[in-house]
């Protein structure tokens, strides 16, 4: 093959053995006058451009292959050679018989005269397209990225293998009550409730060993002012070109409100609608639960059951509305009597079972006296006529099950009932009160 345009001895500085080489070359070699006229290009034009070399010789790049936009950048390099640089390297886009742009990596040299003087330029520029749409993509995907993470309706942080905290976004900031300058100053696990931390290290430890790349857990951050967020976490582990950790990818979803509902709901579901005390299917939860801790240790603590007597008068007499006014008053009443640990059921119509916790005999007899009389006072206060319970106690015993401890205290309660009502009688004793 050989160039096309002008002999290559009409161009300064260009032997005939070089202009044989250029053009072989699969790289597009082109020669300008100092102004930056095309004088000289090889055939590689045709693969690269699709467009003959003579269709190039004698224009400006600008007119022929250079984007408008990019031949600002090209002038800037020319005039740098002008000034005695004798080299410079740029990248610019090309445009092609296709219509489809071309991205080309340039180096541009000044060609001199055995004097020395400049006498025109040289460019030797290799096809870089798929490595610019590469970029690109990178750059775009980058953009998405950092679009998504900044504005993202849900808290994201970025964390390094050490904890501490690279990135994070307004919605994280917003959740945890601290500004990114205070987060950027904080380690991760400061971040984490310490109820939560052990579990929540020994997680990413696992991340960090390569046992998983991604989990999804709930747990509590704490923010300044003591308050706690419960918060739904996907973690994801980035690893750079070495399988190497790089850092942590952390999605962090506020589902405070979601937790307390669920908590309302659960709780409604062991309550009593109309008197708000622990219904039947808590007391079964709570008593279970007692009885297992009684068992590695001393007993401490006993079941009273109590029951109104002659309630069904009550409803006859002056109606369920003002019935439902003593149980609703009977209640309220207790509860300020009872304390943190103890547990007060509602099982039936007029039947109730109080749970107390942490008591000895005497301290447990002395509560459920005191919940006889405060009954007796909350019904004459609704109605205006004297009333009574009857109460049987059962003091809890080491490895007894749920329902001997019941039957206990309902032989007991029997009794009061038998022995005249509006008493107490302790199971293990057979005692009156």
Same mark, same amino acid.
């Given at each position: ?19 044989? %080489? ?109 490595? *610019? ?23 994201? %942080? ?43 290290? *020994? ?58 509902? *669920? ?20 007391? *079964? ?18 079941? %009273? ?129």
């Amino acid at each position: 093959m050989t160039t096309s345009f002008v002999p290559p001895r009409a161009v300064i500085g260009l032997p005939d053995e070089l202009a044989a %080489v250029l053009s072989g070359m699969a790289d597009l070699v082109t020669v300008h006058d100092l102004d930056g006229r095309i004088r000289l290009v090889s055939e590689s034009s045709r693969a690269i451009l699709g467009t003959a070399p003579a269709d190039l010789v004698g224009r400006m790049p600008e007119e022929s292959f250079v984007y408008a936009e990019d031949a600002l950048e090209l002038d800037a390099a020319i005039d740098r050679l002008r000034k005695g640089d004798e080299t410079v390297e740029l990248t610019f886009r090309a445009r092609t018989e296709s219509g489809q742009p071309q991205w080309l990596e340039s180096r541009i040299g000044t060609m001199r005269d055995s004097t020395g003087a400049a006498g025109g330029l040289v460019a030797i520029s290799r096809v870089v397209t798929e490595r *610019e749409q590469t970029h690109e993509a990178l750059r775009q995907s980058e953009a998405s990225f950092s679009s998504a993470f900044d504005y993202s309706p849900i808290g994201m %942080v970025i964390t390094a293998p050490d904890f501490s905290l690279l990135r994070v976004n307004d919605a994280f900031c917003e959740l945890t009550r601290r500004s990114r300058a205070e987060l950027h100053r904080v380690s991760w696990r400061e971040l984490i409730h310490p109820d939560d931390l052990e579990s929540s290290l *020994e997680l990413i430890d696992r991340i960090l060993g390569g046992q998983m790349r991604t989990t999804m857990i709930e747990r509590r951050y704490l923010r300044p002012d003591g308050s706690v967020v419960n918060a739904v976490m996907s973690i994801t582990l980035v690893r750079d070109e070495k399988d190497r950790p790089l850092h942590l990818v952390t999605q962090v979803l506020d589902v405070t409100d979601r937790h307390r509902l *669920e908590t309302y709901l659960e709780d409604l579901a062991l309550r009593d609608p109309l008197t708000g005390a622990h219904n039947r299917r808590a007391l *079964e939860v709570e008593l279970s639960s007692r009885l297992a801790a009684e068992s590695t240790g001393a007993p401490g603590g006993a079941l %009273v059951l109590l029951d109104i007597d002659h309630f069904k008068n009550v409803n006859d007499t002056f109606g369920h509305g003002t019935g439902d006014d003593v149980l609703r008053h009977l209640v309220a009443e207790w509860r300020h009597r009872l304390r943190r640990n103890d547990v007060l059921v509602r099982t039936g119509g007029d039947e109730f079972v109080v749970l107390l916790g942490d008591a000895d005999p005497e301290s447990a007899e002395s509560v459920a006296r005191d919940l006889l009389s405060l009954a007796d006072a909350a019904i004459l206060t609704v109605t205006g006529v004297a009333s009574s319970v009857s109460a049987g106690m059962a003091l809890f015993r080491q490895g007894e099950e749920p329902a001997d401890l019941l039957r206990r205290a309902d032989e007991a309660l029997y009794l009061a009932k038998r022995a005249g009502r509006g008493r107490l009688v302790i199971e293990s004793t057979g005692a009156l009160s």
